[in-house]
């Protein structure tokens, strides 16, 4: 009696624990297929990604070798342009072109020098700005003395000599810091300068140049025998210069 009473409560639980147990498979099952499409996600998304890198990689490598390219090819532009600059300089030297236009030629091809010089980086569009040349010194030098800038036009001048040496026109700036002393009335430091080009530039025709000044300082002074010497040596060590003829004219003047 007993048994058959309770038989329908029986039946109703163990049916609520064979529910509950499906709704957990159905559960687990559900969470699976969830995790399985989130994997599939990112796995595709991964994949995604290393697409859009690989080609961001090679969208610089491209742009890479064009910024190559065309640094060279402004490089080559930049050396051709210098080199026509230099060979029509030596032809304007070799068909007799004043010494000035020349130097005036040389100053304005030392401003592009660098720049084709100079390698040219990719990406780099800042270049520090290079020191002046020996040419772009002297014509800037010159400009000032013929303003005035007696001081300025020294100081341009000596950091040329200091910096060139043995640049072509060394004698004639140094020529030039002895009339700046000489514009400033001071007679022995320019007859010093005037001794020091001989002294270190004896076979340029300035060397003259300077012997012939000097000799114009020495004879204002009174020391008409150390003009008279100068004179001499122009004419037996410079016979063919302009500054001869002159020391010619003049010794026979002092000889009287």
Do not use: W
Not at 12 to 32: E, N, P
Not at 157 to 175: C, G, H, K, Q, S
């Amino acid at each position: 009696m007993r048994t058959t009473r309770y038989a329908p409560l029986a039946a109703l639980v163990l049916a609520g624990c064979l529910a509950s147990k499906t709704d957990i498979a159905v559960l687990q099952t559900d969470l699976r297929t969830m995790r399985a499409e989130a994997a599939h996600g990112d796995s595709a998304r991964r994949a995604q990604v290393d697409q859009v890198l690989a080609q961001l990689t090679r969208t610089n490598d491209s742009v890479r070798a064009i910024s190559a390219r065309l640094a060279k090819l402004q490089g080559d532009v930049a050396n051709e342009h210098y080199q026509m600059s230099r060979e029509i300089i030596q032809l304007q030297e070799l068909s007799g072109q004043s010494t000035r236009r020349l130097q005036e030629l040389r100053g304005a091809l030392e401003e592009r020098a660098p720049a084709a010089a100079q390698p040219v980086a990719p990406g780099d569009t800042a270049r520090a700005v290079a020191a002046p040349g020996p040419g772009q010194l002297f014509q800037s030098s010159l400009d000032q003395l013929r303003r005035g800038s007696i001081s300025v036009a020294r100081g341009g001048f000596e950091e040329l000599l200091r910096a060139y040496p043995t640049y072509e026109d060394a004698p004639e700036a140094m020529v030039y810091i002895a009339e700046t002393y000489a514009a400033e009335r001071n007679q022995v430091a320019a007859d010093s300068v005037y001794g020091l080009v001989v002294q270190r530039y004896p076979r340029s025709p300035k060397a003259a140049t300077a012997l012939y000044k000097r000799a114009q300082i020495l004879r204002s002074a009174g020391q008409a025998a150390a003009a008279r010497a100068a004179l001499e040596r122009i004419v037996r060590e410079y016979p063919r210069s302009d500054e001869a003829a002159l020391a010619r004219e003049q010794l026979r003047t002092l000889g009287r």
